[in-house]
Each structure stands twice: as C-alpha cells, then as structure tokens.
C-alpha cells in the first residue's frame, strides 16, 4: 500500500528546538505556495493509488478548510486506510474538525512536546496542558478518535521527574499512539545552535545530559508498554492495530510520494527529494534536487532496525553485514530472535552510531 506525503512548512511560530525548513513566512507566499503545491499534485503520473496520506509541517492543522479539500481532492484514493492531520493544540476548533473530516482525514497528530506549562513556554510554543486536553475532547466529540500525541525528552529545564509527569497526562488521554523524542542537537534549530556554540539563549544551559535523557527514555518505554502502549518503532508506541500505517511504510520501504517543500519520496527503486525552502518551492522550474537509486542491502538494516522486530537477515545480508551484525551482537547492542536481528534496550540509545556501520 502506498503513501502520499504533503509538506505544508507554515507556522504561527518557530520552536526553539525545531529542525525543519519551516517557519513564519509571509501570508502572501502561502497563497503562492498553495498553487504550486496543487500544481505539483495535479501533475503527478499517478502509478498507484495512496492508501495512506499524511499532512506533516510546519502546522498544516492552520490550514484554511478549503486549501485542505483542494489539496485533498487531487490525490486518488478516497476513503484512504488512513488520513493524518499533523497539529499544533489550540492551532483549531471543532469546525476546522468538521471540514478535515469531510475531507478525509480520519487521524490528528498532536505535538503535546510537553505537559508541563514551564517547559512548553521555554521552547516558543503557545499552548498549555490544559489546551491539549480540550483538543482531545473536540478530536473524538469530532469524530476522529485516532491520534498520536507527541512528547520530546531533553528540553530546557526538564528532569526525569517533570518527563514521567508528562507521560502520566499523555496516558491520561487513553490514546491510541505516542511518540518520544529524543532532543536532537544541531546546527538546524535555534536552541541546537546555541548549545553547539556554548551559548546560553533558549535555555541552553539547562538542557538535561545525556544520561537524565537516557533515563527519560528508558522509564517512559517502561510505563508506556505498562499501559498497554507497546513500542513498535525507536520513537513510536501504540495499542494493538493502532500504528502509524503511513509512518510504518518509510521502515518497511514501501513506497511512497512526497509533494511540496523539503519532501521526499520513494517510489520505483528510487529516492528523490524537493527543494528545500517553501521560496525555493514556489520559484523552482524544477523541483526536485536529488534522485538516487535506492540501495535494498544498505536501507534494510538502516531503515528496519529502527522498528522493534528487527530485520530479517539473509544470506546476501550475511555477506555484506556479517562483521557488523556479529560485533554488535558481541557489544550487546544488537539480540537475535530467531531469523531477525534487532537492537536491545542500549542499543537503541546508541542506534545512530550502529545505523552508520550499516551505511555501503
């Protein structure tokens, strides 16, 4: 089953910790945007039809109703398996509910990052706990009782104590699927800069270590699959039959069709990606600015070790892998189960050192 991907990289406010092209542009390259995002989806040789689709940003929950129905209305496919809305709390109301639902989307991705007001307020963004719990309510009074509720462990002030508070809330919110995120630091986000440059803005300085992150993580997997939230992939957890269908298809290298700014698709063998900045993507003649051919013997391990089963290892793997795959099982970072290899507890906290060796 194949996805589609839209890129709407439009914020009311730019988070200290965010590492995507996206951003406060100005009203009128929205508009500009939107005309050529529907071009670029009208033009599309369609060779499948989508079975998932999924709205990310930027906020495309700011979106006005009609921009999501045009866009909407060009990808084949309707009813989709599954329809996800990515959304920023208090950035909607129950009619904005109203017209995603009459659009397709059946799925709503909060980013909650936290539930403690302090922290949220460290990081930029506007809303509080309680504006979460109130976009919870209207989502199901809405219709749309599937989502996933984003928490990120590492930010300004918080500590092991503060974080399980947060997974505490999530969970009182019974939801079917939360994501954990670890902070990552670079040079692509505001406060990732700052902490590279031992500055001190954005509450660099209080940023937790690694080990207090480690720990975050750790306990949050704990109580989450006590509750019955079961990790499936390194930053994703859900009920039974509650995964993210469109986000499995990016592990499991299913294809799938990227469309706007920065996106990046999958399809026929072969990996291309858009122009990155929303100006870049209204002004380009041509819009993609990199295709390669995709490497199955490479991307298995890199891609599929990030989900909790593992990967299945072959003989052709044996031969490429071999040395790798037997070191990290010597180093404790990876276990076998059956024909499948897959990373234990510590090696997930080392997962990007282990992906790199898995890199041809």
Known sequence: MAGVY????????????CNFASGVFPRELEGAYTE??????????????????????GTPSQMDAGVV??????????????ATMEAAPGSFDSEAIASWVAAGINRVSLGAQSFVDLELRRTGRKHTAETVFRDVAALRA????DFNIDLIAGLAGQT?????ESVEAALALDPPHVSVYMLEVDEDSRLGLEILNNGGRYGARDIPGDEAIAAMYERAVERLEAAGVLQYEISNFARAGRQSRHNLKYWKLEPYLGFGADAHSYFGGRRWQNVELASEY???AKLRVTSTVANSLEERFFVGL??????????????VHGAAIDRFLGMGLLERVGERVRLTT?????????????LL
């Open 306 to 319: 990030r989900l909790r089963e593992g990967v299945e290892v072959g003989e052709a793997d044996w031969v």
């Open 346 to 358: 510590r090696g997930i906290l080392l997962s990007n050192e282990i992906f790199q060796e898995f």
């Open 160 to 164: 092991v104590e503060s974080f399980a």
């Open 69 to 82: 129905a045009r866009l909407l209305d060009l990808v084949p496919g309707r009813p989709w398996a599954e």
């Open 6 to 17: 839209i890129s709407w990289p439009f914020c009311a406010q730019k988070c200290t910790y």
């Open 36 to 57: 050529r995002l529907a071009r670029e989806l009208a033009e599309c040789d369609w060779k499948m039809v989508p079975g998932t689709i999924y709205l990310g940003g």
């Open 142 to 145: 809405g219709g749309i009782s």
């Open 282 to 284: 209204v002004a380009a």
